[in-house]
């Protein structure tokens, strides 16, 4: 089975300060991790994914996350946001093999401060 | 289309009706999600499509939610005497992969409010 955990349910941050939105799972076997992200009253966007290789991997809109296996996590980073980065961001991972869906975590409501 | 399109955007519906929510994938795409996502939580999965075959449903939290997908393209959820309980966002994805799911797009979703 597989779990995800997102610890921090809001994070405000000053404007072009940096931000870590942090994400550890659980999980049985080999998985495929995933962070999207949600605007208002929107489906949700694909920032970026780590499937093998680098486990540094870069995104849209400047984001990018570390993979660290021995310690279980996927952690979100971005050295300086916008206004327009509010939303709602969420963790994921899916089985490498076996099931297909995603299972997420409960999301980390970024709020950037003018 | 140039993307995942859900219908209606928003649905309130009387304690007792029954609903039923439209998907219409990416053209092309073999496989199609459903998920529950309840206020201030993370979407949940409710079922799985390869084409037209159902493949897991063991997200479907009663036998009250039936899906279909007849001709492997448009997919319904269907909702039966819905509950309060029942409210939440229910979003659709598709995706081309059939296996190691790595590139799910999703649509925007309905906002079911039971009341």
């Known amino acids: 089975a597989q779990s995800v955990t997102q610890l921090d349910s809001q994070v405000p941050v000053f404007e072009e300060a940096p931000v870590e939105l942090r994400c550890n799972y659980s999980s049985s076997v080999s998985v495929y991790l995933f962070w999207y992200v949600q605007y208002p009253n929107q489906g949700l966007q694909l920032l970026l994914k780590y499937l093998s290789g680098s486990t540094l991997v870069k995104g849209i809109n400047g984001f990018e996350a570390e993979f660290n296996k021995s310690q279980t996590s996927f952690h979100l980073r971005k050295p300086s946001v916008h206004i327009s980065d509010t939303a709602e961001y969420f963790c994921a991972v899916t089985p490498q093999t076996g099931a297909n869906n995603l299972f997420f975590g409960t999301g980390t409501r970024l709020t950037v401060i003018p | 289309g140039a993307g995942v399109s859900q219908s209606p955007r928003y649905k309130v519906a009387k304690r007792g009706q029954d609903v039923a929510l439209r998907c219409d994938p990416i053209s092309g795409h073999v496989s199609l999600f459903w998920y529950q996502q309840a206020l201030g939580q993370g979407p949940e999965f409710l079922t799985y499509f390869q084409n037209e075959a159902q493949l897991d449903k063991s997200g479907l939290p009663s036998d009250r939610f039936f899906a279909e997908r007849p001709e492997g393209s448009v997919s319904t959820l269907k909702i039966q005497r819905t509950q309060q309980e029942d409210s939440a966002v229910y979003l659709c994805?598709?995706?081309?992969?059939?296996?190691?799911?790595?590139?799910?797009?999703f649509g925007q979703g309905t906002r079911l409010t039971v009341v």
């Open positions: 994805a598709s995706s081309s992969q059939r296996v190691g799911n790595t590139e799910a797009f």
